[in-house]
Structures are given as structure tokens and as C-alpha cells.
């Protein structure tokens, strides 16, 4: 089974609370969020992974099975997968704001640009389009190595996507699963070689990870990022 699970990164934007969080994380993990300049990036970066370590231990899986990260805006995602085996997997989250028709129509296939000038939700489907895209180049283990114009994004009769063209290196059969979340303003996809996928988000609390409030030592001296 393919699983997803998203957790809202808000907490780690105190500075107590994220350094806090660097102590549960890989050393390399904590280095990576030190060579980033903005606050809410280093919580993402922290936070993604935190939430990666909550869905192993509640699927029970292990460091060799496969996994995909994603964040955008005070939230991150994970899809894990809590079997081993040879499967590709790739989530992409996008808040959504404003259609971006520039960068569609330099990206895009012709058929998909074609497909968003025809909706009347432009948006919506951009940003559907975007997390779809990037969640089967994540699932290549390629990433924006691959290009968007490679592959081309359709949808069948109940408006569920598929592939309706694939890279020769990557044929199998990918299969999608997109989420909506009551209040949150944001597109979800996975992509996966899996042959089931959750058909619900599972929601991390974050917070559970942090000290209670009486057992904070606040004669500590803040250790901050300028």
C-alpha cells in the first residue's frame, strides 16, 4: 500500500520549537536546513522529515522502503510505501494562487496548454496539471531532469488522470491518486508503479514532537539563525 500523510509545519516557525525539532533529525538533515536562508523553508526542510519518521513508525516500515517528499507554503508531504520491493513513488503539494499561463505554455504540451485555455477554472487546473506533472517525474527518481514536455497528462471520462503518453525509459503503468483537504487551499497528488494507494491523507501532528511548555528550560540561551 502507498501511503500519504501531510502535517502543517506552523509550530517549527517558533524558534524554540524548531531547535527543538533539529535535535530529532539526522545530523546531515540539520545541515541541509542550515544552508537555508529563509525561516519557513528551514521549517519545511525539518519538518518534512519529522513527518517522514512519524509514517514509518506508523506503517512500520524501514529505511529501505520507498518514499517521496514535497512542501509547499506551512505544509509538508510524504508518501511512503509500507511494503518493501521495487516500487516508484512521487508526491508533489502546490497551495494554489494564480494560474501561471506563461509557464504553462512554455512547459506544457501542446494538447494540456490547449486543455487549460478551454477550462473555465484555469487555475484549478493549472495547479492540477503542475503536482501531476511533478509527482510522475518524482516517481522517475528524475525529477526536473526530466522535462515537462516529455509526457503528456490527460483525463478520462470521470475526470481521473492518467498518462497519455509516457517516456520510452519509464513504461510501466503508473497509476494517480489526487487529495483535497477541507481548508487547505492546495493541490495534492501522488504517483506511484504501486498497485494501491490510500484513498485518505493521514494528518500529522507536529506538535506531539515538542516539549510541553512547563519542561522548557527558558534560561536557555536562544540559539537562532540571523
Known sequence: MIRTYLADITPLLEPDAYEHCCTLVPEWRKKKAERIKH??????????????????????????????????????LCVLSDTAGDVRAGCDIEMVKEAKMGVARRFFLKGEYEKLLESEDRTELFYRFWVLKESFMKATRLGMKLGMDQFEIGFDKDDRPLLLSQPDAFQERFR?????????????????????????????????????????DETAEDEVDG
Open 176 to 216: 494517480y491518486r489526487e487529495y483535497n483537504i477541507e481548508g487547505i487551499s492546495a493541490k495534492i497528488a501522488v504517483c506511484t508503479t504501486g498497485e494501491e494507494i490510500a484513498d485518505a491523507v493521514e494528518i500529522v501532528d507536529l506538535t506531539r514532537m515538542l516539549p510541553e511548555r512547563g519542561n522548557v
Open 39 to 76: 525561516k519557513k523553508n528551514k521549517a519545511q526542510s525539518i519538518g518534512a522529515w519529522l513527518l517522514l519518521e512519524a509514517a514509518r513508525r506508523e506503517a512500520g516500515a524501514g529505511v529501505t522502503h520507498v518514499y517521496n517528499l514535497s512542501h509547499s507554503g506551512c505544509y509538508v
